[in-house]
């Protein structure tokens, strides 16, 4: 197949690498930005993804006309918050049977858009038909290293969903299909937040107990608020939903744990972002998951903990104890 990767962060690179290693025609598309140069020169994403040379068949280029030049499929990767003003530099190149599909994990904030309903703002207009996402426990660097992962891909129609698992599938990498995109979309973005708060209680020094819990409770809570925004029961516990949450929650390769890690040891999220160049989505989604609650009503005690502790300024300790202490409740209400 002829793909289209836009962004080249971390995410995007080992996708593109990926699907040029099992044999597809792949362009990749990257932001201009300080150093870029150098990966279009060297070959190679020296700033995100060092380490994982370009074959031949990948080519990394600052052009979209280039890289959506006869795409069939259009894999977007940009960071949540930046996709309305990616979209329009690419719009006139795109054709209405291209197939879309995003991998990034986020909601955006104030509209409270998942990423397939930005690109639907802008992509019904022009026919496009097939707007689909691919989430899961899936760390850049270890699929670049070719370690066996599984992910989901989900698209509206079954048949599409098909085309691209079938497309997509290797012997290290696997895909599951799904037509509950809202749900796929939900569990990505919110599982970001649930992992700022497991780095918390790692940073403060707490162990396994706490983690376990957070990880259970964090699955409810994603739960409660994927069924309202359309989710079905049967994704929560997959790939997308509980698979990401414990790889995200528990390990350091997690920007997300990191962040929250470091804000339980008492940095501030300036002091942490200053010195970051990747995307640790929860920041922004925890802002998303605020107004959700303000706007739906649903409990979410968890994240907007991990809001107040970010934005508040809130002590994590104290954060912890808050929710520890509680109204006591039956462990079968999910509402
Ligand atoms: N890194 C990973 O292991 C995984 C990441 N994701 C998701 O993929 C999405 C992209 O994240 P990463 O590839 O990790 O990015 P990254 O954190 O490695 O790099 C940030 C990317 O954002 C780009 N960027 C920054 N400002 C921009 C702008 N104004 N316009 C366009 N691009 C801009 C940078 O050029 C760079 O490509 C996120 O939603 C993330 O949650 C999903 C699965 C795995
Ligand atoms: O989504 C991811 C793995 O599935 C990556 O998580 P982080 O963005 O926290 O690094």
Redesign the pocket.
Known sequence: MKIAVIGAG??GTALALYLADIGHRVRLWVYKEEGAEDIINKRENVIYLPGFPFPENLTPSFDFEFCLDEAEVVLTVVPTQVYRHVIPQFLPFVKKDMIFLSAS?GIENNTLKRVTEILHEFLDPVGVEHIGVI??????KEVAKKYPTA?TVAFPDEETAKEVQHAFASEYFRLYRTTDVAGIEVC?AL??VI?LASGMVDGLGYGANTRAALITRGLVEITRIGLVLGGEPETFPGLAGMG?LV??CTST???????GRELGKGKTIEEIMSHMR?????VKTAISVKQLVEKTGVEMPISEKVYEIIYDKKDPKLGVKELMTRSLKSEKEIF
């Open positions: 971390s995410w994990k989430s899961g426990p899936s760390f850049a992910v990505g599982k970001n992992a990401d790889l995200t390769l997690s920007r997300n744990f990191s962040v990747m995307v640790a989505e929860g």
